[in-house]
């Protein structure tokens, strides 16, 4: 730092906490960052130039925040909260900083009077992709409440050079695309002087050593946060990996050995490469094992080192920090702590142990056996030794505790060839808190999956906390118009911080002006998908249409094949119409998005039966508007900021007791539109499989005329959908497709009936908006808050 006789000049010219807003020279800073930062000019400035211009001008302002409200935290040391997290889907970042500086109506006009439409320089930024679904967009949502609910909080996670893969759609098929985001990112930070050097492989055969092995280093790279409203700026520190520094490219290059040299650097660069493009599955790789631990040493590393900063006792450890375990991704952690505690800070084991259950809590996400993580102990044993004989301790000392009453199945080692490491087993033992994502998966995990952790433990170590999302970005920033009517009914703007004042809409639902007002808006919305459809599908469909969306990661459990069977019945059923009888028919768009992970064969046959149906469908002259069947490539953020805002349905029908919680469902919800989904009764599927499994079910005939017209080529060669086929006909119907297909069709029949009486439809929706309050990921926060992590609010203002 500065010292103190110099002090006083160096403040004199310290920038100062934000201007007002009114004095925030926006067109000033965007074309000077033109012009000095880019060298561009008048004469070159294009689009992306003015977004890169007006996204160096807002970030200048979040930046002085950023370092004060960091700076004040350094200085009150109040307890903080570490979320640590493999993924965060954040999407695009230049809009959201904006509104929330409250600076987006400067922007506007003043990018208007330099020549631009705000939303084309929108357009321009490319997606922060760092996730899969709906795990990683929730880890976002939480960032955006912990700052705005001035939480001490920091995000960690890891740098992907590639993020999630682009989507393209080639004649019906998915194909992947790399994702190379970082070509220009404003808004990371890299911090070269934070670097952490971590160790792998080698020796832990010693107890209480680790010696000898291959060491990459952590390079942080930190992105500001900002609260909504408020000027508490957060921390998101991401690590990328490279080579460690020093010896070993001078040895090589000058022994002539360039190949290896590069070798070296490349596999170092390899671990924050690429994110792994699984949702709800675990495929055991070590790279991905390495990624891990990478990520969680580091972040451990620096979590570790501001404690000591303020030189306190280790005892007081848990009460300056909690971390929260973004699913068993980061559960290593807790092995990390332990074994920094015992082998680097020499505390006794027992007082390691209570550092560490103190501080750490788990939350579960699924309970799909498929993605519940475990690590081949050879493989483990090769790449962190000493962690292993780390978690075979933890293991001894707790199957001690539990005195045989609970003999192998509670065991964090599973007995399977080769043995393998239950990572879920190891979160729970090792947290003082563990918590579902809504009330019934939340029940479920209690039952099924951890009940024998539930009697050792007792039933308060577990808990439920309801997932949310922020209305900030799903409300106010992707359907503006809506927020402001709402804003209009219910004194200002303040719902987006306190969403339970909502409710005062209850008081519309009988008000035909606002009806009218509340319907333009979302016809208006539904035109905007319409202009995206037509340029991206080369597809016209009608607005006026029933929009019926199923937007999510692809996925048997996820169940698209139900809805394109549903769509194919439709298709059917109208073909065989009289025209009078057409004019009944509710016209329907049926649109579907999302990705599948790139070795996900089944899903990839799930995409390409519905882009053929499409084909089929969107050409047929009997049908015209009364259906049209789109496939929107590359669902992504960005992309759901517009489709949320234009459904008049959305489809949630995973099979019962599979979706832990589900998140766009409620973004859907807020913006004014019904859901269809599934009554949750995870006890009748197991009844349901055994019927299947001994042949006592018989197919629904309707289903089976699906099934025909797909057997007889109507959509294409049909060999390419047998798989398909066959999974709901001969290998048992895993997923239910047969058993809830009666009552999805005519749940769609009164989904249409409804939508008939306009007047209705908009009183269900108001009110649907109206009950929307708890859904805010504010509250979900401030459960955690309360219930886990115990922090209190930072008292910062700029
Ligand atoms: C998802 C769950 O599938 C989804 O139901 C939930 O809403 C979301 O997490 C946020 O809690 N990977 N993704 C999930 O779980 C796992 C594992």
Known sequence: SIPLPQRETWQKYSAQAFSSKEEFEFQKETVRHVETSLARSLYNCDELAAYA????????????SW??????????????????????????????????????????????ELGFRIEDVLEQEHDAALGNGGLGRLAACFLDSLATLNYPAWGYGLRYRYGIFKQEIVDGYQVEVPDYWLSFNPWEFPRFDITVD??????????????????????????????????????????????????????????GDYESAVADEQRAETISAVLYPN??????????????????????????????????????????????????HPA??????????????????????????????????????????????????????RHLQIIYDINLFFLQSVEKRFPKAISIIEESTPKSIRMAFLAIIGSHKVNGVAELHSDLIQTTIFKDFVKIFGPDKFTNVTNGITPRRWLHQANPRLSELIASKVGGLGFLKDLTLLSELENYVDDKDFKREWMEIKYANKVRLAKHIKSANGVTVNPSALFDIQVKRMHEYKRQQLNIFGVIHRYLTIKAMTPEERKKVVPRVSIFGGKAAPGYWMAKTIIHLINCVGNIVNKDKDIGDLLKVIFLEDYNVSKAEIICPASDISEHISTAGTEASGTSNMKFVLNGGLIIGTCDGANEVEDLRHKHFYGKHELDPDLRRVFDEIEKGAFGPPEGFSALINSVTVHGDYYLVSDDFRSYIQTHALVDEAY???????????????????????????????????IEPSTFEA
């Open 332 to 385: 290593l952690a807790i092995v990390e702590l332990q074994r920094l505690l015992i082998d680097t800070e020499g505390l006794e084991w027992d007082e390691g142990w209570d550092i560490v259950t103190q501080t750490f809590g788990y939350t579960n996400h699924t309970v799909l056996p498929e993605a519940l993580e475990k690590w081949s102990v050879p493989l483990f044993q090769n790449l962190l030794p």
């Open 756 to 790: 008939k009486d306009q007047d209705e439809w908009a009183a269900k929706t108001i009110m649907s908006v109206a009950r929307m309050g708890f859904f805010s990921s504010d509250r979900c926060i401030q459960d955690y808050a309360e219930s886990i992590w115990n």
């Open 198 to 255: 971590i160790m792998f492989y080698g020796n832990g055969k010693q107890c209480t050593s680790w010696e000898g092995g291959e060491i990459v280093q952590a390079v942080a790279y930190d992105v500001p946060i900002p609260g909504f409203g408020t000027s508490v700026t957060n921390n998101l520190r991401l690590w990328s990996s490279k080579a460690a520094s020093g010896e070993f490219d001078f040895q090589k290059f000058n022994s």
């Open 67 to 112: 370092n004060k409200t960091q700076q004040h935290q350094t200085f009150v040391d109040q307890k903080r909260l570490y979320y640590l997290s493999l993924e965060f889907l954040m999407g695009r970042t230049l809009d959201n900083a904006m509104l929330n500086t409250g600076v987006k109506s400067i922007a506007k006009d003043g990018l208007g």
């Open 53 to 64: 211009g007006a996204s160096l001008a807002i970030r200048d302002r979040l930046v002085i």
């Open 279 to 328: 949702d709800n599955l675990d495929r055991g790789k070590e790279l991905r094992l390495k990624q891990q631990y990478f990520w969680v040493a580091a972040s451990l590393h620096d979590i570790v080192r501001r404690f000591k900063k303020s030189r306190r006792p280790w005892k007081e450890f848990s009460e300056q920090v909690a971390i929260q375990l973004n699913d068993t």
